[in-house]
Each structure stands twice: as structure tokens, then as C-alpha cells.
């Protein structure tokens, strides 16, 4: 945990910065008012892409907060490319920004960009995804989800979709991973099989899984490819809804009925998972909150100040079976 003395708010006098890298977007939708005339918190954010829905409502979400809260934000979405992301933390730091934040496409080989943060005393936040580093000093904070609790939570609910379709006897599971490498893949599929193991070591089976990169059109194209290995899969465990809408039109494609001949669990919530839930194409769904904007600008203010925070400011979240799913779509926000 790093205090104000690791910290100077060095007010960086830096020329005008270097482009972002080649090919990722970059949109600095800063809210050049400063507020009473004192010059307002810049942030410099990179955002891993815009992959699916969770994704889009997670940056409408800190656009939408920073300008809330009167800051200069620059953003950068990454089109999920790591080299990116560096790029842009990169240019972050040649600008002076006051913090920088970002979702970290992938776990590894963060370490050099974020030494050169620490070096110029540019404090950084992770949000959403965490990384793996030799040196814990070289973040602040994590504002995210515990994605191998919703591992686990996708199994609990697994038994109760199990149960209330009055399936009996051994579970074929397909399993569409996130994308490779990335802190949700690795730990939604680590928390599940906790469960699995405990609880289910005679019974259910992971007959096969792969990578569908957490997008609607990898959904798709990995499903069928299962059906074809695998007829007689009888759940779909889906680290994401936009895989799991995508493994829905592969299952019709090949004559099958989502949500009765195969049960279908996924994660996140978005709206449109909420809609094939009412449909009774998904059979429930483990929520993993992308509205972290407001969470996240508070603790940006924290730590531009030098206070103290929590390693981990943990997001709440719920699961919800498909006979709520009607009665909810009114109140999502996402
Ligand atoms: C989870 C987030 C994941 C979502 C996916 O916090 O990182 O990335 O579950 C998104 O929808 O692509």
C-alpha cells in the first residue's frame, strides 16, 4: 500500500504528449472546465476494447463519472490488444496526468510500463481486471469483481437450473472460456471447477472447453464447433453473455433448443442477456457489475490526494434464475 510520501503530487510540467499508439482509439473526451478555476484531476485512462456489452456500459459508465466529477479525462480503448494499452500508458506518462487507470487486457507483462509510472510518481488504479506482479507497489488499488466467486456462483446456480429442469444423473458441460490469459477467463473457470470438484466430482464432467475472446461472433464459432465434437452437451458455462447469445444461435443453427436441451449459465447481466433469459434461452445469469465509473472517480480523488485505500474495493453483484429475469429487465441499468 503506497502512502502520500511514496507519492509527491508532482505537478508535471511535461511538453505536449506523443500520439497513442497505431491503431487503438483514442478520444480524449476531457472536460476541459476546470472547476473554480483550480485546475481539474486529469486522468488518463485505457480501456481493453469495446468486445461486448459489459465492455460498452463499463466506459459509457467512467466517461460519464469523470465528467461527473469534473475531471479531464483521457481515454484510449485498446481494441484489445496489451501493446496498446502499453502504448497508451506510455503516452499517459509523457503527458503528466495526474492518475492513471486501466483494465488490463491480459494478467502478465504489465511490470516495465508500470515501473515507468512509479518512476515519474504517476499513481495507477486497476479497474475491473487485476494483474500478476512481482512488485505491489506498483498499483494502488483494484476496483473490480471477484471474478473466482462468480466462478463459484455459476456452479450454486448450476444446481438449482439442474434441479428445476429435473435433470438427473451425469452433466456433460461445454465451457466458453474469456479471453485467453485475461484475470475473468482464469478465475470464473477456477472458481467453477472449486465447486465442481467439491461438489460434483461423480456427477458433472467439463467435456470440453475453449476460448470464445468473450465476443458474440467467438460465442458463435466455438459452439458449433462443440456441437459437432459433442451432440450430447447438456449445459453451456459461458464466461460471458455475449458468448453465451452467440452459442444460442450456433445451438438453434443445429436444431436444438437453448435453455431446455441445453441449460445455459453465463456472467455479466447486460441487458440482452436479460432478454434471451425472458426468452427462456438462458436459464440464469451471475451478475458481474460493469457500472464502476462513480466507485472508481472517488478513489482516483483519494489517491491523487495521497490517502489511503483498500487493495481491493470489491463491486456488488447478484444472480438471478430465469423465472426473475421479466420482472428485472425494467431495472437494468446496463
Ligand atoms: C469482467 C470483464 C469481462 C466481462 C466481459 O469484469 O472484464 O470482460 O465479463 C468483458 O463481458 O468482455
Same mark, same amino acid.
Given at each position: ?77 485498446a ?68 471474478f ?16 428445476k ?26 472458481? %467453477? ?21 468473450f ?10 464447433? %462443440? ?17 453465451g ?39 440464469a ?38 423465472d ?11
Open positions: 500500500m503506497l502512502s502520500r510520501r511514496n507519492f509527491l503530487t508532482a505537478a508535471v510540467g511535461v511538453a505536449a504528449a506523443t500520439g497513442l499508439a497505431a491503431c487503438a482509439k483514442e478520444d480524449d473526451s476531457a472536460s476541459d472546465s476546470t472547476s473554480g478555476g483550480s485546475k481539474a484531476l486529469v486522468l488518463g485512462f485505457s480501456q481493453v476494447g469495446s468486445e461486448s456489452g459489459w465492455r460498452s456500459a463499463n466506459t459509457d459508465s467512467v466517461k460519464e463519472a469523470a465528467k461527473t466529477a469534473g475531471y479531464t479525462l483521457k481515454f484510449s480503448d481494441q484489445q490488444k496489451q501493446e496498446n494499452q502499453i502504448s497508451a500508458i506510455r503516452s499517459y506518462i509523457t503527458q503528466g496526468v495526474d492518475v492513471i487507470a486501466f483494465s488490463p487486457v491480459v494478467v502478465t507483462g504489465w511490470d516495465a510500463v508500470l515501473k515507468e509510472a512509479k518512476a515519474k510518481k504517476i499513481p495507477v488504479v486497476l479497474t475491473d481486471r487485476s494483474v500478476e506482479t512481482s512488485d505491489e507497489s506498483l498499483y494502488v488499488t483494484l476496483v473490480g469483481s471477484d473466482t466467486d462468480e466462478g463459484r456462483r455459476a456452479a450454486k446456480i448450476l444446481e438449482k437450473v439442474l434441479e429442469a429435473g435433470h438427473k444423473g451425469a452433466v456433460k458441460i461445454a465451457q466458453l472460456e474469456g479471453t485467453t490469459g485475461a484475470a475473468p477467463a482464469i478465475e470464473r473457470a477456477k472458481g %467453477f471447477k472449486e465447486v465442481m470438484d467439491a461438489d460434483h466430482a461423480d456427477d458433472w464432467k467439463i467435456v470440453v472447453s475453449q476460448t470464445g475472446d465476443t458474440r461472433a467467438g460465442g458463435k464459432q466455438v459452439m458449433a464447433a %462443440f456441437l459437432q465434437s459433442n451432440p450430447d452437451i447438456d449445459v453451456l458455462f459461458a464466461h460471458n453473455d455475449d458468448m447469445i452467440g452459442a444460442i444461435q450456433a445451438i438453434e443453427a443445429a436444431g436444438k433448443k437453448p435453455g431446455k436441451d441445453i441449460l445455459i449459465v453465463t456472467v455479466d447481466g447486460v441487458k440482452d442477456g436479460f432478454i434471451a433469459m425472458s426468452e427462456g434461452k438462458i436459464n445469469i451471475v451478475e458481474c457489475n460493469p457500472l464502476l465509473g462513480p466507485q472508481l472517480m472517488e478513489v482516483v480523488q483519494k489517491v491523487k490526494d495521497g490517502e489511503t485505500v483498500e487493495r481491493w474495493i470489491k463491486t456488488k453483484e447478484g444472480d438471478f434464475m430465469q426473475q429475469a421479466k420482472a428485472a429487465l425494467p431495472t437494468r441499468k446496463y
